[in-house]
């Protein structure tokens, strides 16, 4: 079983800086493809970066130039730096690991909140 552990998150002012955290534990057997979807309320969930397992990464293009999605394969951690952020990018942060081709895993969720 693999589980993943969110940290980072919570209340920035408009134009600040927030940085997210997955670290994954458990069973691990080898490097997953990793990244980030988010939702806000009532609007469709967004996938807002991802990484490959070689480094290779894609980006929203809502995010992109603000956002940068890393990793420490070492600690099987993935980040997620956010920059400029602004109101709409207040929603729900979820990170994803693709364990195999018919297994994603999850993490628990985190709220980002950008406001005033």
């Known amino acids: 079983q693999v589980q993943l552990v969110e940290s980072g998150g919570g209340l920035v002012q408009p134009g600040g800086s927030l940085g997210l955290s997955c670290a994954a534990s458990g069973s691990i057997f080898r490097i997953y493809p990793m990244g980030w979807w988010r939702q806000a309320p009532g609007k469709q969930r967004e996938l807002v970066a991802g990484i490959t397992s070689g480094g290779s990464t894609n980006y929203a293009d809502s995010v992109k130039g603000r956002f940068t999605i890393s990793r420490d394969n070492g600690k099987n951690t993935v980040y997620l730096q956010m920059n400029s952020l602004k109101p709409e990018d207040t929603a729900v942060y979820s990170c994803?690991?693709?364990?195999?081709?018919?297994?994603?895993?999850w993490g628990q969720g985190t709220q980002v909140t950008v406001s005033s």
């Open positions: 994803y690991a693709d364990v195999n081709v018919m297994l994603r895993k």
